[in-house]
Each structure stands twice: as C-alpha cells, then as structure tokens.
C-alpha cells in the first residue's frame, strides 16, 4: 500500500483529537512503543521507544537511540490533532419545525459553507458514573456512520448568494438536523440515548461528554492519474499520520535511524510553536524525565 493509500485508510479513524491519538498509539504499539504514566518513574533504556498520553487529545512518543541524548539532545516534531469543527453543547436538544437540532458550539473556527449537505458524523469520549465519584468512567465514542447533517438554503429562497455570498448566523443556519420529529419523540435526554446505546451502558450513568462533529466522507484519490487527493480533516492529520510514521521510523529520513533520539508530540492547539501550551510543557517534561534519569 502506498503512503497516500496508507493516509486515505487513516483518516477513516482518526476522526476527531481524541480518537486520533487512540490510532496513533496502536500503530506505535505494533512498532513496540510502551506506554509511560506521568505520575511514575520511569526506567528508560536505550535502544527502546515509549509514549504518554497526558491529555486524551495529546501524544508524546519518543525513542532513545544510540547516541548520548544529554550530549546530542532530541529530534523534535509537533503537529497538531485537531482541526475547524463544531462541538456539541451540554443539553443540545432543539425542536425546531419539526425537526431536532443540536445545538453547538464554534472550534477554531470553520468555513461555514464547507459543512454544508455533507454527511456528518460525530466522536469524542463520555463521562460515565462510577462507584468512585472522583474518579469517572472515560469512554470513547465515535458512531462512525452519517448520523446528522446541515442543510443549506434553496437558491429560490437565496437569490444573491452568488454574487452577494452567504452570511451564517452559526447559531441558526449552522445547527445540524439529527432527527424528525416523531409522535413518541421525547426531547429530554436524546442524545444521552444515543450515547448510552454506543457506548453500551444506561442513559443515567453519563455525566458528561466531550463531542466533535466531523464530515463523515471517506478521503478519495481523485485526478486523471490519481495523483491528487479530496479528503477531510487533512489539517492537520496530514501532519500527524506523517509525525508518527516518523517516530515507528517507517518513514524516516536518518540513514541511522537506531542511532538517533527522535520524539513527536501531537495535541490539540495548532499554535504548536506556543511555549506556553500545555502540550509544549508536557513535551519538555518528558525530555526532563530522561536527563534526570542520566544524571541519577
């Protein structure tokens, strides 16, 4: 498979920050990546790979090669996982002529019109219930089938749209249509259902969630001779697929790929070159925790 058909099969599943990361981390894992925990020491050995996940959204792979790491530091690539959506508000239920809505929120923000009769979809992770209150179930949802989607307005009703453009008001013309509205239609909970019957538990037990829409189209090959590609979410995932291709050393551009200290960390700001991001600090700490094992 080549490396466009490899990220065209990607993006299938990498379909929000959250669920991008998981991806990652079971491709690293086929390399051999082992998982690290912040809160432990940890016992590094050159020669080997690992990762930690801080933040669901967030991934720090590193490899310790050869070289003196203390002495030749590390290689560094950052992307970024997440890309323009739409997130999904705390009871998004809305009954609007006959239809039911959810009401969301901007992220980044998106070019309105690129939303527009597509399928959607939507991913993320929900809190669950748990017998420790302070500390929640997490579970990871993604319906990964066109579950909603946000219609726009007949050109009889919009004559100037095309010399004059669109002009979205993204808490009317941008709520995405989920459902009709039935006879036995309850408004109260319905996305909570929806969630539960994913997720395989009870309405009741979900505390919270964490929800990004996303298109839900397949990446295409498209051209005379295929040599371009139509797919969604390229920003960034474009740069994530290649980070972590990278790291496995699938894809590296070191003659010496054992030899070299290489590390990725993938989150969601885009503004990757920030110091002050979390995810930046998380990278630094993970660099830290080598240098302090050397000196011990």
Not at 58 to 81: C, R
Not at 105 to 115: G, K, N, V
Not at 147 to 162: D, E, F, G, K, Q
């Amino acid at each position: 498979m080549t490396y466009t058909d490899q990220f065209i099969e990607y993006l299938t599943t990498a379909t929000t920050p959250i669920q991008s990361v998981s991806e990652n981390i079971c491709r690293l894992e086929e390399e051999g990546f082992e998982a690290l925990d912040m809160k432990n020491a940890w016992c590094i050995e050159a020669g080997r790979a690992y990762y930690v996940r801080p933040f669901p959204t967030t991934l720090i792979a590193f490899k310790v090669g050869s070289d003196d790491y203390v002495q030749h530091g590390f290689k560094i690539i950052t992307s970024h996982t997440d890309n323009p959506c739409f997130k999904v508000k705390p009871n998004p239920e809305k009954v609007t002529q006959g239809y039911v809505q959810l009401n969301t929120e901007i992220y980044s923000p998106p070019m309105f019109y690129t939303w527009l009769d597509r399928p959607l979809s939507l991913g993320g992770h929900v809190v669950l219930r748990s017998e420790d209150p302070l500390k929640p179930l997490v579970a990871e949802v993604d319906f990964l089938y066109p579950l909603m989607t946000i219609p726009s307005l007949a050109v009889h009703y919009n004559r100037t749209v095309n010399t004059d453009g669109a002009k979205f008001n993204p808490q009317k013309e941008m709520l995405p249509i989920i459902s009709v509205v039935k006879d036995s239609f309850e408004k109260e909970g319905y996305l909570n259902k929806l969630l539960a019957e994913e997720v395989g538990c009870e309405a009741s037990e979900i505390l919270d969630y964490d929800l990004y829409l996303y298109i839900k189209e397949d990446g295409l090959r498209i051209g005379a001779e295929g040599d371009l590609v139509s797919a969604p979410r390229v920003d960034n995932q474009a740069s994530v697929f290649g980070s972590e291709k990278v790291a496995a050393g699938t894809s590296s551009p070191e003659k010496d790929y054992d030899s070299v200290n290489g590390s990725i960390t993938v989150g969601d700001n885009a503004h990757v070159d920030n110091l002050d991001t979390a995810d930046y600090r998380y990278t630094v700490t993970a660099q830290q925790q080598c240098l302090l094992q050397e000196d011990s």
